[in-house]
T-cell receptor, first 112, second 113 residues
């Protein structure tokens, strides 16, 4: 199984809502990532978890809160988002050192 | 973080070879050269990676310059399904940027039938 599964595929939320994005992998990878991608732009790294610990936060606003409950799961909790946060949110996993990363198909988020 | 420079776009005809260049003049000794591609409406897909020697796999070949300041992704026979944005990425295997996979602007490859 070389899949990274992201749910939901699409999400529409209001600016006062709280929602969560979920990412799951069963490849035994110990590094997991969240990326944000705006239309016609490259993915931007948000967070990296290594061995279930947050190792990199790319100065992401606190309205985005990541969580790694175990080595297979990665969540992104969303609260009080702005319309400009509308984007494709991608999850990826890999072994921590130098090897290939596998990406999910993303969650298309629209903030209204 | 070491940066990469790629042409904004390239075009190819179907069944012809494609050479996608990437410059990375500030590469460090612990940076691996990775290539990913992203088809429309999909997440990025791993293509190939290498450190110093040329690499081949079922999808492509990676040619790395002797001084490692540039590399070329080679698609031996382009198909319409190869039309995508191709990203050349330096991934550090140690140091403070350990684990990061940072995307640049990429090259939009158009394949003509």
């Amino acid at each position: 199984d070389t899949e990274v599964t992201q749910t939901p595929k699409h999400l529409v939320m209001g600016m006062t809502n709280k929602k969560s994005l979920k990412c799951e992998q069963h490849m035994g990878h110990r590094a997991m990532y969240w990326y944000k991608q705006k239309a016609k732009k490259p993915p931007e790294l948000m967070f990296v978890y290594s061995y279930e610990k947050l190792s990199i936060n790319e100065s992401v606003p606190s309205r985005f809160s990541p969580e790694c409950p175990n080595s297979s799961l990665l969540n992104l909790h969303l609260h009080a988002l702005q319309p400009e946060d509308s984007a494709l949110y991608l999850c990826a996993s890999s072994q921590p050192r130098g090897s290939e990363a596998f990406f999910g198909q993303g969650t298309r988020l629209t903030v209204v | 973080d070491a940066k990469t420079t790629q042409p904004n776009s390239m075009e190819s005809n179907e069944e012809e070879p494609v050479h996608l260049p990437c410059n990375h003049s500030t590469i460090s000794g612990t940076d691996y050269i990775h290539w990913y591609r992203q088809l429309p409406s999909q997440g990025p897909e791993y293509v190939i990676h290498g450190l110093t020697s040329n690499v081949n796999n079922r999808m492509a070949s990676l040619a790395i310059a002797e001084d490692r300041k540039s590399s070329t992704l080679i698609l031996h026979r382009a198909t319409l399904r190869d039309a995508a944005v191709y990203y050349c990425i330096l991934r550090n295997a140690g140091g403070t940027s350990y684990g990061k996979l940072t995307f640049g602007q990429g090259t939009i490859l158009t394949v003509h039938p």
